[in-house]
DNA sequence: GGGACACTTCGGCGCCGGCCGAAACGTGCG
DNA sequence: CGCACGTTTCGGCCGGCGCCGAAGTGTCCC
């Protein structure tokens, strides 16, 4: 991959002079998804649940053997867990973080130009868009939306930061809506969406949120993957919670 | 690179099916910091100044031609901006926010071993430990000082996010130090120090708060790279503002 | 026990990309 | 004007990595 840096010829000695330590721990790192196929794992892993290698080999389009070995690299890195379950070998991002970091990279990546080629394609497009997870909270039109009621309600201030207000935690708990806070990850944080381009409410509260979204009915999963549909439930009880109306994510 | 997956064999007409259209680009984002000599350099580059070429060849102990290549692909992938001057070509991180991710990835690396062999080197790893600066805010136990000490006087807080209170933005207009809100970048935000895994400020007022203590003497650069010093006048200016006294950051 | 299935291991192939040195290019300086 | 120096371009070398298919291992189910 890279070590060609401690090459036979000449420059043997001298590379140790200013070069940081942490070089080749970073390089490593971003080996693991500088490759195409192992990149659209992760990408797929983004929806947050637990996918057996068989179908993120069919999902790639490479061989079975092929991505065995991709997910020996990425288990071995650490950025992913795997749960083996008799012939099954299930793997998922590893923690929150990775799938932040994920996240980040795909944020960075230049406008990233797709046009759907297929009347199929657009409207998944259109439902991912309008409504789908992003690893463990809520994104697309629905994430922002549920981040602007929050903010606009004085529960959630991005003017100086990123944090809930002594309002905010109030809101969780009145709402009914646990926030585990011994952990180490953030209670907030904002996650840039990739469809929208604005942040939405990641981290603790996040992850809640869209955990509570679930158990409580407001909405479902469309299909097989990350895409998500609110029910009449959730209409009802978003416009009561936060003011958020339907037509918003139209 | 990647692009393996397009094979000449049989695999040519499946691929597209169900894989993520940004897959290509996240890998070779990737790919760029997947080099352990373009890793050498960002590394570097995260001093937030400039490096001319033939410095960073010689930090990263590859031939000058070599550099130039590497260069190239970083400037091309838009994580480096150029200038030139004359027969210089001077070379910085692309914005806040790519330094942001490099930061954040370095982070993501395993607990990084390394032990210093030399004296020099553990001299220059402990002044890096106690105070330096992280592309263009201030880091190590400086900068976790002072992320401290705003908390404790209720101008940041870090329970529920990362933000700074009203009390904290009057603060920094009592000290003098303006703050930019007119562009996307947040005003506070979190970022990880890898020395002592803990979040210090960043964003627009870490930012402003390292700018300032540069200009106003409060401390300034050891030798030629991201190492900092606290002069006597930043003690005392630390200390009237923020009870921040020298014995924390020994 | 035996077959189906999911996954892994192994060998072989092709190519990408990092490395260098030599030569070309362009700027600045004496 | 010519030399020095920083940078770039070019050719050539070589190793690692991603790909596959076939064979091997382990699990589930009949």
Redesign the pocket.
């Known amino acids: 991959?890279?070590?060609?840096?401690n090459?036979t010829?000449?420059?043997a000695g001298r590379t140790g002079g200013g070069r940081d330590p942490r070089a080749p721990g970073l390089a490593a790192l971003a080996?693991l998804v500088?490759?195409?196929?192992?990149a659209a794992c992760l990408l797929a892993l983004l929806d947050g649940r637990a996918w057996?290698?068989?179908?993120l080999?069919r999902h790639a389009?490479?061989?079975?053997?092929?991505l065995?070995?991709?997910?020996?690299?990425l288990v071995g890195g650490g950025l992913l867990a795997e749960e083996r379950?008799?012939?099954?070998?299930y793997v998922r991002l590893a923690d929150a973080r990775t799938a932040q970091l994920v996240e980040d990279l795909v944020a960075q990546v230049a406008p990233a130009e797709h046009r759907p080629r297929t009347l199929r394609e657009a409207g998944a497009a259109s439902a991912m868009a309008r409504a789908r997870t992003c690893y463990d909270h809520l994104a697309g039109r629905l994430g922002i939306a549920l981040t602007d009621a929050l903010t606009a309600r004085g529960l959630l201030r991005q003017d100086t930061g990123f944090a809930l207000t002594d309002a905010g935690v109030a809101w969780f708990g009145a709402a009914g809506i646990g926030l585990d806070r011994t952990g180490r990850r953030p209670l907030a944080r904002a996650c840039l969406d990739w469809t929208e381009r604005r942040p939405h409410l990641a981290g603790v509260s996040g992850a809640a949120l869209c955990r509570h979204a679930f158990d409580a009915g407001w909405c479902v999963r469309i299909g097989t993957r990350r895409a998500v549909r609110l029910t009449p439930a959730g209409e009802r009880a978003l416009s009561e919670l936060l003011g958020v109306t339907a037509e918003t994510l139209e």
Chains 1, 2 share one sequence.
């Open positions: 991959m890279t070590s060609r840096a090459r010829t000449g420059a080996a500088a490759d195409e196929t192992r057996t290698a068989g179908e080999a389009g490479v061989a079975a053997s092929t065995s070995e991709h997910l020996g690299r379950q008799g012939r099954h070998r």
